[in-house]
């Protein structure tokens, strides 16, 4: 959603089901998002502080 680039901190990336089955590892269901994002998407996920500053640092350094 932020398009911050990930791909040396994979951990950091997570992938969403958008219709919230776990089960449906169609394609079209699923979207690769930064923890931040994800948790965004559903309300009641946490997201470390420690992570959220990882995230928050590649996003500035890549200009997002
Ligand atoms: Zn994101």
Not at 56 to 62: A, G, P, Y
């Amino acid at each position: 959603m932020c398009r911050v680039d990930l791909s040396n901190s994979h951990k950091l990336l997570q992938v969403h089901h958008k219709d919230s089955l776990k089960g449906n590892n169609d394609i079209n269901n699923l979207q690769a998002l930064c923890m931040l994002c994800h948790a965004k998407r559903h309300g009641h996920m946490r997201v470390s502080s420690k992570k959220k500053n990882k995230i928050e640092v590649l996003r500035k350094q890549q200009g997002l």
